[in-house]
């Protein structure tokens, strides 16, 4: 049986470990606002079985972005946990030291890299994994101390802290990438080409009929609470892709943990002058900012990223025009961020 419910982190400890129930097993998920929904689930479950769930119970498109993140908070750690790798393996690793959480989330990037190979000489590193996971560092030097804020480490398994870590770190967001890809690759090999092309098959527990809620509930995206209107200063609140009053850090935060990948965007309220938005994309490894400014001509109001060029009457018109076309953009808009909420 598998079954769902909503709660809060679990009080008195450092890492939500699994409580066993029998031949099952409950672990919680969390979305990015730190809510979080406990699912009892059977102790041979994968990564990809679990988001699969999630994705099955509340009708998402399975477009092999989903990822459940392993997060360590004292040490600034996280890495998106393979979708073979089994849940109860990777939570029996977790130390009380550390407060250690699982998210739901998309990465874009997950398995880019089938498509856009790599470097041959990111291949050429070695190391002993067999007893080690590999981190992506998530706090930039705060902790590690390191030169650059693009780390990630090995980290033994059960080891708490940061004194076991073998830390490395890349000059930029694109050498950082290719290096943790060429030692994915390295650890799992054809796994992670199996995991790619193969569909997903289900497994006998895990049929979404057999998903019980504990309590009543959804997953869903976030709609910012805004009400769909037709004025076309409001009517952008509701479609996933807008961010209602997100800083710059926070816009780049975001798109990086869906992926560097070309054409994961969002659009966000203007810091800098609050009657314009602004296009946060992501091309190139490298996230860029496009300032969305309002013109008004004879009366009525129009929407533009070419100084009036191509002009559109609301962000909605905006944005699909340039999901379609790339216009003054390096490449067309194609995965739009969205928070996750449980």
């Not at 990465?107 to 994994?129: I, S």
């Not at 033994?156 to 030692?183: F, Y």
Request: aromatic share 10%; with cysteine; charged share 25%.
């Amino acid at each position: 049986m598998v079954s769902g419910g909503e709660g809060g982190g679990a009080p008195g400890t450092g890492a939500d470990s699994p409580r066993a129930h029998g031949a099952d097993m409950v672990i919680k998920v969390y979305s990015e606002d730190d809510t979080s929904r406990a699912l009892e689930v059977p102790s041979d479950i994968t990564a990809r079985d679990v988001c699969q769930l999630l994705i099955l119970k509340n009708h998402y498109v399975d477009d092999h972005s989903w990822t459940l993140f392993e997060q360590l908070t004292h040490t600034g750690l996280g890495r998106a946990i393979e979708d073979h790798e089994l849940v109860m393996e990777v939570q029996s690793n977790w130390v009380m030291e550390e407060e250690t959480k699982l998210y739901f989330r998309k990465n874009y990037a997950k398995y880019e890299f089938f498509k856009n190979p790599l470097e041959p000489r990111h291949l050429q590193f070695f190391c002993e994994f067999s007893n080690s996971d590999m981190y992506m560092s998530l706090t930039g030097k705060k902790i590690s101390g390191a030169p650059t804020s693009y780390g990630f480490c090995f980290k033994p398994n059960k080891s708490g802290g940061t004194r076991d870590l073998k830390q490395l770190c890349a000059d930029d967001e694109q050498s950082r990438t290719c290096w943790m890809t060429a030692i994915r690759l390295l650890k799992y090999g054809m796994q992670l080409y199996q995991n790619y092309m193969q569909p997903y098959q289900g497994r006998s527990g895990c049929s979404p009929l057999n998903i019980t809620p504990m309590r009543r509930g959804c997953l869903r995206l976030n709609s910012h609470g805004s009400p769909i209107t037709m004025a076309n200063l409001a009517i952008h609140r509701s479609q996933s892709w807008f961010h209602h009053k997100i800083s710059r850090e926070e816009a780049q935060r975001l798109i990086l943990q869906h992926g560097l990948v070309d054409g994961v965007f969002l659009v966000r309220d203007s810091q800098s002058n609050p009657k314009t938005f602004v296009l946060s994309l992501s091309h190139g490894l490298k996230i860029k900012h496009f300032q969305i400014v309002p013109l008004e001509d004879d009366g009525k109001l129009f929407y533009t990223l070419d100084d009036g060029h191509t002009r559109f009457t609301d962000l909605i018109q905006l944005v699909e025009f340039y999901q379609l076309n790339k216009g003054v953009l390096p490449c067309k808009l194609k995965h739009y961020c969205a928070r996750i909420a449980l």
